[in-house]
């Protein structure tokens, strides 16, 4: 006759040797799979979740309307635009007209900084007040779309 261990007999039992207590029956208490737990409150795998899943936690979504219309308007200073003509010239920004040289900078504000040495009529989508001064005192114009 083969003994039995105390494990194998109990296991059929209704408690399984815990007692009336229902945390022994099934799988209970053997901890969650995978990320069970890592709830907001989760100390234990906190550290872990911000090293390598820095975004599992905190809010997630679509972005409001009113930050999708949001564009960015980059900031250029004169000397930059002096310097940079023949770029502008082709990457087809800079054109030549009746009027004279025309500079095409949407999506830029123009900056007073700097000198401009050249006669031209700048489409930007704003103007320091400064910047306007010298553009207008090198005999160009400064035109804001808006």
Do not use: W
């Amino acid at each position: 006759m083969v003994k039995r261990d105390k494990r194998s007999r109990l296991r059929g039992g209704r408690t399984a040797g815990r007692g009336s207590r229902k945390k022994g029956r099934g799988s209970g208490q053997r901890g969650g799979v995978g990320m069970a737990g890592s709830g907001k409150k989760s100390a234990q795998k906190l550290v872990f979740l911000k090293k390598y899943f820095p975004d599992y936690l905190g809010k997630k979504g679509f972005k409001s309307v009113g930050q999708r219309l949001q564009t960015k308007v980059m900031a250029i200073n004169l000397e930059d635009i002096s310097r940079k003509l023949n770029g502008f010239e082709k990457e087809g920004l800079l054109k030549k007209t009746a009027e004279g040289k025309e500079l095409n900078l949407e999506g830029y504000k123009v900056l007073g900084e700097g000198e401009l040495k050249e006669k031209l009529i700048i489409n930007a989508d704003g103007f320091s007040d400064s910047a306007k001064k010298k553009i207008e005192a090198s005999g160009g114009k400064a035109v804001e779309k808006k």
